[in-house]
């Protein structure tokens, strides 16, 4: 069992540059890839980015590539998503969740492929 907690969410100005961090309640995410989703309101939830679990690979959604950046922490049980440039289209409550990988590389876009997933952090972005 693995529980997650993310923090960081916070209102900010359009251009800003938060950093959502995701902690694991076990020692270590090892052998899970780990990725962040979002949801705003009345819109179904979308993939925003994801990481191995070797922290070799990531991916990310179309509309956040080259802004955010997702990373594992040195101590392991630890995923951040760092978000640079921020639209208002970005306001959402942004969730982590983590998914057994079957190899070091491997990454998860859907949801359906994660097992465990955080309560949310809400990012709200003023213009």
């Known amino acids: 069992q693995v529980q997650l907690v993310e923090s960081g969410g916070q209102l900010v100005q359009a251009g800003g540059s938060p950093r959502l961090s995701c902690a694991a309640s076990?020692?270590?995410?090892?052998?899970?890839?780990v990725g962040w989703f979002r949801q705003a309101p009345g819109k179904e939830r979308e993939f925003v980015a994801a990481?191995?679990?070797?922290?070799?690979?990531?991916y990310y959604a179309d509309s956040v590539k080259g802004r955010f950046t997702i990373s594992r922490g040195n101590a392991q049980n630890t995923v951040y998503l760092q978000m640079n440039t921020l639209k208002p289209e970005d306001t959402a409550v942004y969730y982590c969740?983590?998914?057994?990988?079957?190899?070091?590389?491997?990454?998860?876009?859907?949801?359906?492929?994660?097992?465990?997933w955080g309560q949310g952090t809400q990012v709200t972005v003023s213009s």
């Open positions: 076990r020692r270590t995410f090892s052998n899970y890839a």
């Open positions: 969740a983590a998914g057994r990988a079957l190899s070091g590389s491997a990454y998860y876009t859907g949801a359906n492929e994660y097992d465990y």
């Open positions: 990481i191995s679990w070797s922290g070799g690979s990531t």
